[in-house]
């Protein structure tokens, strides 16, 4: 049976931490109450200098050092971003080249905050078929980029990038065990981005954070019960929520123990498809998350996309 | 040995086949001769309300019609498409629903006019691991919008859709073969896009010609010899070229006999990722394209990007 196995992680977030202090004014103050609620005390903002593929590939080098593997070695790369493509060029190619991958097929994703979890199940597949051996997958976003200045999204969305290492029969590190993809063309229309291209959201707070929970519910059940698990079994239970009401909900809904779920929310903010790594290689680095034990990593994103993956590190 | 089947094949071209005196006037008028080497005599534009979702459903729905296959019994539905999408929604979920796909796993793909070669490549691998069994690959373009009003590329880019349905394990239609890859990351600046959505080229053609030809014959070589295939093995060539300079250039670079090699390019246009499909949809209806015979595309696609397939209808 071909493994497929996780060999190294990493995560860039550019520039120094923001308090609110530091951001621009918001078009309507917010009590101390409603800004406790948002749940971000922190977040990173890409400055001028800081691209999709730059931050992409400050992640990527981590990884690859860690993980051991000379970024000439890579056989495809695989980057999730919607925050910062617009038609041609896209990015993917142009992080091969930053990176020196000079032999790599690499693509971009979308499927917005759900991009790196897809990009993993079809990595995993990538490899699966014997053609491919060593493969990259990225997730960088320029989030605070889509959120209308003085809006409250402007507190939530910020910026970072996250990467995992993957290789066929590595024989250590990690293992990519499963994975769960679904899509939901019904919500469609729940988000879209105006001609300045900011976020606008079709439906209510509570309404999302319920369809977040419901679909991160389904998948994760249809996963674990697939791999004969119950909750209790997985170490870590490492989920995209994106918003602090949609955490709330999907702690609510599911059935792990709320000390076994780890997000850096309120020290990162809302990076989207590259929150799940960026917050692994924060608890992975910090030693919270050790080598051999299981997690479960779940997102949401709009389109309609859901995805859950388990994993050992 | 997992074999997937290529079932169904369509197309769809949007409104009626328009002629040089129906667009918009050039701002630089041709001569008769600078017209004739355009190559395009004719093509598609869609209207107002032809979307990319629109496009990709009606070719969807063809090739599903002939290949015996229910939308509701699809597994995955990849959608490569790079001139209609920007940020998000995404559109491929939309697709599913306009289909009435509803447990498809959907998603877009990017790759410029290569997309719908990668698409077929990934999907090839995510139908081998077991998990999805029938699938649908869909390219649908609106090139027109990439160009600038009154520019020479007006007279070329066109819009279009088409599509592949496969299905693991069919024991019937054609079958999808083999794939090769190839991203270069080092031509990443080479076209990019306006603040209004206009393609433009940085290189002169004739050296975007010669790149294309080294890649398309590159990619060819290695696919032909890893299969044990020479030239004169191949029923046919159907690429994307682009251009008619590059068609020429691609002509005369690979070993194929001209009559071997087929386009519609002269009466679509460029329709970008959609080429291919909508190629062999339109020699297979014709009858030109027999089943059991064995075909090979290529495609570049500015990023820089390289495809070729092999497969027989």
Same mark, same amino acid.
């Given at each position: 049976?071909?493994?497929?196995?996780?060999?190294?992680?990493?995560?860039?977030?550019?520039?120094?931490?923001?308090?609110?202090?530091?951001?621009?004014?918001?078009?309507?103050?917010?009590?101390?109450?409603?800004?406790?609620?948002?749940?971000?005390?922190?977040?990173?903002?890409?400055?001028?200098?800081?691209?999709?593929?730059?931050?992409?590939?400050?992640?990527?080098?981590?990884?690859?050092?860690?993980?051991?593997?000379?970024?000439?070695?890579?056989?495809?790369?695989?980057?999730?971003?919607?925050?910062?493509?617009?038609?041609?060029?896209?990015?993917?190619?142009?992080?091969?080249?930053? !990176?020196?991958?000079?032999?790599?097929?690499?693509?971009?994703?979308?499927?917005?905050?759900?991009? #790196?979890?897809?990009?993993?199940?079809?990595?995993?597949?990538?490899? @699966?078929?014997?053609?491919?051996?060593?493969?990259?997958?990225?997730?960088?976003?320029?989030?605070?980029?889509?959120?209308?200045?003085?809006?409250?999204?402007?507190?939530?969305?910020?910026?970072?990038?996250?990467? #995992?290492?993957?290789?066929?029969?590595?024989?250590?590190?990690?293992? !990519?065990?499963?994975?769960?993809?679904?899509?939901? *063309?019904?919500?469609?229309?729940?988000?879209?981005?105006?001609?300045?291209?900011?976020?606008?959201?079709?439906?209510?707070?509570?309404?999302?954070?319920?369809?977040?929970?419901?679909?991160?519910?389904?998948?994760?059940?249809?996963?674990?019960?697939?791999? *004969?698990?119950?909750?209790?079994?997985?170490?870590?239970?490492?989920?995209?929520?994106?918003?602090?009401?949609?955490?709330?909900?999907?702690?609510? @809904?599911?059935?792990?123990?709320?000390?076994?779920? !780890?997000?850096? #929310?309120?020290?990162?903010?809302?990076?989207?498809?590259?929150?799940?790594?960026?917050?692994?290689?924060? #608890?992975?680095?910090?030693?919270?998350?050790?080598?051999?034990?299981?997690?479960?990593?779940?997102?949401?994103?709009?389109?309609?996309?859901?995805?859950?993956?388990?994993?050992?590190?």
């Amino acid at each position: 049976m071909t493994r497929i196995s996780l060999t190294g992680f990493g995560s860039h977030l550019p520039g120094t931490p923001l308090t609110d202090d530091a951001l621009p004014p918001l078009d309507a103050p917010l009590t101390e109450a409603q800004a406790q609620r948002i749940g971000v005390t922190r977040r990173h903002w890409a400055g001028e200098h800081d691209t999709v593929p730059g931050m992409a590939a400050a992640a990527a080098e981590q990884a690859l050092h860690r993980a051991g593997t000379p970024a000439a070695d890579l056989d495809l790369i695989v980057l999730a971003n919607w925050t910062g493509r617009r038609y041609i060029p896209e990015l993917a190619p142009r992080l091969a080249t930053l !990176l020196g991958a000079d032999r790599a097929v690499a693509f971009d994703l979308c499927c917005a905050c759900a991009g #790196f979890l897809y990009g993993l199940a079809i990595t995993d597949s990538l490899l @699966r078929t014997g053609r491919y051996r060593r493969a990259l997958v990225v997730a960088s976003e320029t989030t605070s980029r889509r959120a209308a200045p003085g809006s409250r999204a402007s507190r939530v969305y910020a910026d970072g990038a996250g990467a #995992f290492v993957l290789q066929r029969d590595a024989g250590r590190g990690g293992t !990519l065990l499963d994975h769960e993809l679904a899509t939901d *063309g019904e919500q469609h229309g729940i988000m879209d981005v105006t001609e300045d291209g900011h976020v606008r959201t079709h439906l209510r707070q509570r309404e999302l954070a319920g369809l977040a929970a419901e679909s991160i519910a389904r998948l994760t059940t249809t996963l674990l019960e697939r791999n *004969g698990l119950s909750a209790d079994d997985v170490d870590w239970f490492v989920p995209h929520t994106g918003t602090a009401g949609i955490h709330t909900a999907v702690r609510r @809904r599911l059935p792990f123990r709320p000390e076994r779920i !780890l997000t850096n #929310f309120s020290t990162v903010g809302n990076v989207s498809s590259a929150a799940v790594p960026v917050a692994l290689d924060h #608890f992975v680095s910090r030693g919270l998350v050790k080598p051999g034990q299981l997690v479960l990593s779940a997102s949401v994103g709009t389109g309609w996309y859901a995805a859950a993956t388990l994993y050992t590190v």
